[in-house]
């Protein structure tokens, strides 16, 4: 399962990005989709998750300003970022854990998209 992660760019501070974040296959059911954020000199931190029932879960310190949802339908998940801060700059991460059906039965998946990057500027 392949995750394509998009929407990350240059924006000053106190604006707006959208990313999003498409899985490719088939026959796919996830659990579990998220998004993390890795800044400069930093570890991989969480940003963001929701689960397949709609559950979400953010970092404490985003709460209210970043939003996650997902359509089902395109197999995609989207980070609505506001009021965005030099702090957020970072290459974002999306993940997706779940199952692939097949003929050869079912297999769990954990898979990461390549990153975008976002940066803002003050």
């Known amino acids: 399962v392949q995750l394509q992660a998009s929407g990350g760019g240059l924006v000053q501070a106190g604006g707006s990005l959208r990313l999003s974040c498409a899985a490719s296959g088939s026959s796919l059911t996830v659990a579990v989709w998220g998004w993390h954020r890795q800044a400069p000199g930093k570890q991989r931190e969480l940003v963001a998750h929701i689960t397949a029932s709609g559950s979400t879960n953010y970092a404490d310190s985003l709460k209210g300003r970043f939003i996650i949802s997902k359509d089902n339908a395109k197999s995609t998940i989207y980070l609505q970022m506001d009021n965005l801060k030099p702090d957020d700059t970072a290459v974002y991460y999306c993940?997706?854990?779940?199952?692939?059906?097949?003929?050869?039965?079912?297999?769990?998946?954990?898979?990461w998209g390549q990153g975008t990057l976002v940066t803002v500027s003050s």
């Open positions: 993940y997706a854990e779940g199952f692939h059906y097949s003929a050869n039965g079912r297999k769990y998946f954990n898979s």
